[in-house]
C-alpha cells in the first residue's frame, strides 16, 4: 500500500480477492454504486456495467469490455461494454427519431423534467461520488462537490432556457437602405437535431451535464461518450436522467474506447453538432468532422503573472490552490508561474510552507493530493520532470513517486528551453519562471500555443486592465486564480484551446439554430403616430 497522509486513518474499505475495493464495511446508506436504485445497469453475471439505449439498459452483443483500472490500486475496479459500431448506428438512429418528437415538447415540460433529473442527481450524490473516488481518484469531498454543482448547473440551465429560447428577435425591413416597411422577420431559435457529447475524465459528471442539459433543453437529443475513467460515474448520472423519465432514446450512452469507436462517432452522418471537452484529440477531431457546430474545449497552459505590488499571501494561496487542487489535473490549473524578479523569493518562500502542508495519499481519504489518473499519465509528468532537471531547473522539493502517486513540486528557475515551460503536465508538478518585466511575463503568455485562461496579481486595477488585454486568452482572472465556474459564466480558449464559447447561456445558444420566418406586406406598414 502507499503512504498515506499522517493523521488520516484508512476506514470503510476492504481490498476484496480481486483487488478492488468493495464497500462491505460503509455504513448502509453509503453502499452503493450499482446497487439499489442502480442495480439495473450492472450486468451482475458478468460484473460489467450495461450502456443505454432505446431507454433501456443493455449488454452489447460485441461480448467484450474495457477495464476500468483505479489510479489508486492500479487494479481493474469496474468493467463497461465495448460497444460496437452497430450499436452505435441503432443509437443514433433512435436519437434521431426521439428528438424530432422531443422538439414539440412545450419548453417548460422540458424544464420541468430537468428539474427533476437535478433533484435525482443531487439525492444520489454519494452513489456517484463513489465512483468518481475510484475511477479517477478525485478526493472525496471534491467528488460530491462535482455531482451537486452538475445538479445545479441543470437547474439553472433550465431555468436559463425557459427564458432565452421563448425570446426571438422582430425585425422590420425599413432599416436597411432602399427597402419600405414591407416586411417582417421572426428569428426564432431552432433546435440542431442530434448532439454527441464528448466529456473527458477530469471532470465526468460535470463536464458531460454541461453539454447534456443545454442540449435537452434547446430541443436535441443526445449521444454520450463518456471517458473511459469516468465512463462509470457518468452512466449512474445518465440512470438519474433515466429515473427522471424522459422519453426513450432521447438521451443514450454508449461505452468503449475512445481510440477504437471515437473515430465512428465523430465522423458519423447522424450527427448534427459536437461538443467536445478534452486535449489535443480535439483537435484532430475538428479536423476529421463534417460541416457541424463545433464546441471544443481542449487543454490550456494557464499563466499566472505576479507583480511587484501584489499581495504575496492572497498570490500564494491561489498558487497552490490553483496549481494543485486534484493533482494538477484541471483545464484550468495555474501551470506556470511567471513572477516578477524582485519579489520571486517572498513568494516561492510562502509557497513552499503551503506546500509543505499538502497531505498525500489516496483519495478515499480526502488528502489533498491523490494518485494521477493512470500509468501513462505519470510517466509523461516524470518525464517532464527530468528534462527540468537535465537542464538545470531548480527543486524546490524532493522528486518522489509511488505507482500513479507523485509528491507535489514546485520547479524555480525554469528556463524556455524546458518542455515544463510549455507542455501541460496534468499533474502536481509546478514550474516557475522569474521575470525581469511585465513584458516578458505576456510574451512567454502569448508564445504559448493555448490560450485557455491566465491570471495576474497586483493592486493595480489599471496595471491589471491592461495586462489583461494583453493576455491572448479566452478569460483572464484578476486577483485569483484561473477557474471554469460558476457555470453560467462564459467560458472559452483561443488557439489550441478551443472553438467557441461555453457557459450555460453560450452552451444553449451553440446548441440551436436561427430560424427566420418573413411576413411579406403588399403595402408598406409604418406605425402612425
Ligand atoms: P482526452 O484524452 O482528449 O479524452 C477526452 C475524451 O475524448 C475522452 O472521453 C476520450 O475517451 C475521448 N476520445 C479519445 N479518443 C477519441 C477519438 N479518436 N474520438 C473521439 N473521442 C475520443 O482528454 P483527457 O485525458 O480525458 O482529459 C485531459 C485533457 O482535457 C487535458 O488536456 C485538459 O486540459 C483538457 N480539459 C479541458 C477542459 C476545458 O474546458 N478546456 C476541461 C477539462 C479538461 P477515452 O477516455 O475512452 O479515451
Known sequence: MMIICGHHQKVGYQENGEGAYDLAFLPRGKRMAGTGSFSEILDGENNVYKYYSEGEWRKSVSGKSVAIVNPTTRKTQYKVQACSQAEVNKVMEAAKIAQKAWAKTPLWKRAELLHKAAAILKEH???????LVKEIAKPAKDSVTEVVRSGDLISYCAEEGVRILGQ???????????????????????????????????????????????????????????????????????????????????????????????????????????????????????????????????GG??????????????????IVKGG?????????????????????????????????KL???????????????????????????MDAKEKGATFCQTYKREGNLIWP???????????????EPFGPVLPVIRIGSVEEGINHCNASN????GCVFTKDINKAMIISDAMETGTVQINSAPARGP??????????????????TNSINMMVKVKSTVINLPTASYTMG
Open 301 to 318: 497552459k494557464d499563466a499566472c503573472i505576479v507583480l511587484e505590488d501584489a499581495d504575496l499571501d492572497l498570490a500564494a494561496a491561489n
Open 125 to 131: 450524490k454519494h452513489p456517484i461520488a463513489e465512483c
Open 409 to 423: 513540486l514546485l520547479l524555480d528557475n525554469v528556463r524556455a528551453d524546458m518542455r515544463i515551460a510549455w507542455e
Open 487 to 504: 457555470d453560467h459564466f462564459p467560458f472559452q480558449g483561443l488557439k489550441d484551446s478551443g472553438i467557441g464559447s461555453q457557459g450555460i
Open 168 to 298: 426571438g428577435t422582430f425585425l422590420v425591413s425599413d432599416s436597411f437602405p432602399g427597402n419600405e416597411r414591407t416586411k417582417y422577420c421572426l428569428a426564432s431559435k431552432v433546435p440542431l437535431g442530434v448532439v454527441l457529447a464528448i466529456p473527458p475524465f477530469n471532470y465526468p459528471v460535470n463536464l458531460a451535464v454541461s453539454k447534456i442539459a443545454p442540449a435537452l433543453i434547446a430541443g436535441n437529443s443526445i449521444v454520450l461518450k463518456p471517458p473511459t475513467q469516468g465512463a462509470v460515474s457518468c452512466l449512474h448520472m445518465v440512470h438519474c436522467f433515466h429515473l427522471a423519465g424522459f422519453p426513450k432514446s432521447l438521451i443514450n450512452c454508449v461505452t468503449g474506447k475512445g481510440s477504437e469507436i471515437g473515430d465512428f462517432l465523430t465522423m458519423h452522418p447522424g450527427v448534427n453538432c459536437i461538443s467536445f471537452t478534452g486535449g489535443d484529440t480535439g483537435i484532430s477531431i475538428s479536423k476529421k468532422a463534417g460541416m457541424i457546430p463545433l464546441q471544443m474545449e481542449l
Open 324 to 356: 494543485l487542487s486534484y493533482s494538477g489535473q484541471r483545464c484550468t490549473a495555474v501551470k506556470i508561474v511567471l513572477v516578477m524578479e524582485s519579489v520571486a523569493d517572498a513568494l516561492m518562500e510562502k509557497v513552499n510552507a503551503k506546500v509543505a
Open 359 to 385: 497531505t498525500v495519499g489516496p483519495p478515499e481519504e480526502d488528502c489533498d493530493i491523490t494518485p494521477v489518473v493512470s500509468e501513462s499519465s505519470a510517466n509523461f509528468i516524470e518525464g517532464l520532470v
Open 450 to 453: 493555448f490560450g485557455l485562461q
